[in-house]
T-cell receptor, first 113, second 112 residues
């Protein structure tokens, strides 16, 4: 069964460094999302992406964040200058159409020191 | 901003019995609701969903009920199995495919 994959599974970085989290959505899906879950808190929406542009973003998704679909398979989340409070699990999700369920990847655990 | 709330952080049930997980929402614009199951160190796995035009949806052992007037939904698992032990999240959206708003999760423990 097709699934969303994410790399790396864990990343440790120093505050102020840039990180890029990678996702490979399910191959025929057209809508892509990033969510995050800070330890002990809810899963929170960050951004949605369709047709090579951001369709919706939350207040969390400030200028430090960017997303890109550099080729036909990858979907990336970049954090330009990480802060301690960026430490969280980051989940990528995808779906085929707006009327369908979002399927999640296994997540990347980001730890900012 | 607690638009979706799961008031029970945990629930313990005996194997074979029914598990009932509850979820309340405040945003009347939500029209599509989902339940996800999550194991530690894994992403949320989709379980079952319901559109606001329905009040019940069933898939095997899982049934979701929606009470729009009360802005309440529930997930019933019957019979419960030890492998069902996980954290269950309800989520809502105002248009399937848009951003999901999640509840805080309920940890279900099914005892053998």
């Amino acid at each position: 069964e097709p699934e969303v994959t994410q790399t790396p599974s864990h990343q440790v970085t120093q505050m102020g460094q840039e990180v890029i989290l990678r996702c490979v959505p399910i191959s025929n899906h057209l809508y892509f999302y990033w969510y995050r879950q800070i330890l002990g808190q809810k899963v929170e929406f960050l951004v949605s992406f369709y047709n090579n542009e951001i369709s919706e973003k939350s207040e969390i998704f400030d200028d430090q964040f960017s997303v890109e679909r550099p080729d036909g398979s990858n979907f990336t989340l970049k954090i330009r200058s990480t802060k301690l409070e960026d430490s969280a699990m980051y989940f990528c999700a995808s779906c085929f159409s707006r009327q369908e369920t979002q399927y999640f990847g296994p997540g990347t655990r980001l730890l900012v020191l | 901003d607690q638009q979706v709330k799961q008031n029970s952080p945990s629930l313990s049930v005996q194997e074979g019995r029914i598990s009932i997980l509850n979820c309340d929402y405040t945003n009347s614009m939500f029209d599509y609701f989902l339940w996800y199951k999550k194991y530690p160190a894994e992403g949320p796995t989709f379980l079952i969903s319901i559109s606001s035009i329905k009040d019940k949806n069933e898939d095997g052992r899982f049934t979701v009920f929606l009470n729009k007037s009360a802005k309440h939904l529930s997930l019933h698992i019957v019979p419960s199995q030890p492998g069902d032990s996980a954290v269950y999240f309800c989520a809502a959206t105002n248009n399937a495919g848009n951003m999901l708003t999640f509840g805080g999760g309920t940890r279900l423990m099914v005892k053998p």
